[in-house]
């Protein structure tokens, strides 16, 4: 009796780590505000005997819309999906829409010379010791702070023109007149502990455009998608971005915000 109260409290306490540490924060270290947002790309590089490529969003996101790539650009909102191959971006595509020589640096940077493996490293640079040309503690300095992530707050940091974003790509986007955001929209967090959610489709809009959540993370008519906390700290809905890239889900106060300001 005894020996099966005790395996009661280890599964117990086991399943109550297993919960917390998805849910609320676990122990492990939080990234550092230099590599929230940060991703691996190797799908092929390793293999192909080359090191994987690091791809920051703290400097990209700070110079253009997320709707840009993740719309017009096509990259997957999940590392590694997208499947890029070095020949895409010789053609133009994915990295290489930008990574031209225009833009910005080329796959081969002719300033290289015959030293190309410089150009490459830019971006291979998993393990690489290769210096970056921004570093993100000068860049961000002087920025409005966040709690959590990159601990800058992108919404005021554009707000107040810190940054400005480029949303158009020659050849690639098209010329089109943004569309009205919809009002604020309510949503009701179910339980009496925790406020009611405001969802401004004003804010997304400078970031995420239309497309980026309709149709394919929400649906388009009132009140048409269910989900919960727990999956949004999985990664769905809100989740898709919150956690990952925008500000993490840790920051209850910033989404439970009815009555509270
Ligand atoms: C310059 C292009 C670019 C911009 C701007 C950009 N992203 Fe990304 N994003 C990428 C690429 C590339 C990946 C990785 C795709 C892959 O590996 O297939 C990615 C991946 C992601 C992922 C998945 C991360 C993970 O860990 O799985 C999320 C979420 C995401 N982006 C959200 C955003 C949000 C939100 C914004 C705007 C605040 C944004 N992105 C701006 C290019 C961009
Ligand atoms: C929408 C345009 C755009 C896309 C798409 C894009 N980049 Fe960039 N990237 C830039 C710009 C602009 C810079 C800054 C270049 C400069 O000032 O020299 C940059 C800089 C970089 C840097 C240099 C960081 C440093 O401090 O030296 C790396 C690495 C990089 N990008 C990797 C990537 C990778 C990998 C991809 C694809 C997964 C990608 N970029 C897609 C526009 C883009
Ligand atoms: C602007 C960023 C960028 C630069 C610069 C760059 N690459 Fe890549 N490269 C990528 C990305 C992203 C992938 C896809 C990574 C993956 O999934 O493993 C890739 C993949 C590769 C692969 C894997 C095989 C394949 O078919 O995709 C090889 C090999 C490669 N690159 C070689 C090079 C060489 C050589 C250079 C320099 C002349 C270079 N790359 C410069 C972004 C870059
Ligand atoms: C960051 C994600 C996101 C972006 C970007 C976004 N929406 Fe929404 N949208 C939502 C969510 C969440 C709801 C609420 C859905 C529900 O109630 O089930 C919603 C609801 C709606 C609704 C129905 C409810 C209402 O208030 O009338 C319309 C219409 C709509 N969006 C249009 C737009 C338009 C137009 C844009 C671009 C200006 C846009 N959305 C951008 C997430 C987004
Ligand atoms: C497509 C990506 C994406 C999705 C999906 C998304 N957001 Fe956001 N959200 C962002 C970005 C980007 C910002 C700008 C601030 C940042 O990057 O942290 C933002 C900002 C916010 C803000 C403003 C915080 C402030 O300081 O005023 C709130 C609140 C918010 N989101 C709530 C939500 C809620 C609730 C949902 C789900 C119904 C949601 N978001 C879905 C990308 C997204
Ligand atoms: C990105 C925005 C966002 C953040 C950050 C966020 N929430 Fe939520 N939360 C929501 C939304 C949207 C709902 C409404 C879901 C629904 O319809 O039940 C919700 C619902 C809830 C509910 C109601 C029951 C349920 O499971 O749906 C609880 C409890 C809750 N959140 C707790 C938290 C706590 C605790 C945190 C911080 C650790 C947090 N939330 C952070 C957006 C957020």
Same mark, same amino acid.
């Given at each position: ?15 109550? *780590? ?9 122990? &492990? ?39 840009? %790539? ?10 590694? /999906? ?10 133009? @595509?994915?990295?290489?829409? %930008?990574?031209?020589? *225009? ?8 300033? #290289?010379?015959?030293? /190309? ?5 830019r971006c291979h640079s998993l393990g690489v010791d290769v210096q ?11 920025? $409005? ?9 992108? @919404?005021?940091?554009? &707000?107040?023109?810190?940054?400005? @974003?480029?949303?158009?790509? &020659? ?10 955001? $919809?009002?604020? !929209? ?8 925790? $406020? ?17 959540? #309709? $149709?394919?993370?929400?649906?388009? *008519? ?5 989900? &919960? ?10 989740? !898709? %971005? ?10 209850? /106060? @910033? %989404? ?6």
């Open positions: 009796m005894r020996h099966q109260r005790i395996i009661f409290v280890v599964v117990s306490l086991f399943c109550a *780590t297993a919960v917390y540490a998805q849910t609320f924060g676990s122990k &492990e270290r939080m990234p550092r505000p230099n590599e929230y947002g940060t991703v691996e790309i190797n799908n092929y590089s390793e293999r192909a005997g080359i090191a994987s490529v690091v791809f920051a969003h703290w400097l990209h996101r700070a110079k253009y819309t997320c709707r840009l %790539c993740h719309v017009d650009l096509g990259f997957a909102m999940e590392a590694g /999906q997208t499947g890029i191959r070095e020949e895409d971006n010789r053609n133009g @595509l994915y990295c290489g829409a %930008c990574h031209n020589g *225009t833009e910005a640096f080329a796959v081969e940077d002719r300033k #290289h010379g015959a030293k /190309q493996e410089k150009s490459c490293q970056a040309k921004y570093d993100f503690y000068k860049f961000v300095k002087g920025f $409005p702070r966040a709690r959590f992530g990159n601990r800058v707050d992108w @919404l005021l940091a554009e &707000e107040e023109g810190y940054i400005k @974003l480029v949303d158009y790509l &020659e050849g690639v986007s098209i010329r089109r007149r943004a569309l009205k955001a $919809p009002l604020d !929209v309510e949503i009701d967090a179910k339980v009496d502990e925790m $406020p009611d959610i405001i969802f401004s489709h004003k804010k997304h809009a400078v970031w995420s455009g239309c497309e980026l959540c #309709h $149709p394919q993370i929400f649906g388009i *008519t009132k009140a048409s998608t269910v989900f &919960e906390m727990q999956e949004i700290f999985d990664g769905k809905y809100c989740g !898709v %971005c919150h956690g990952k890239v925008a500000f993490m889900t840790l920051d209850c /106060q @910033l %989404c439970h915000t009815k009555d509270v300001y």
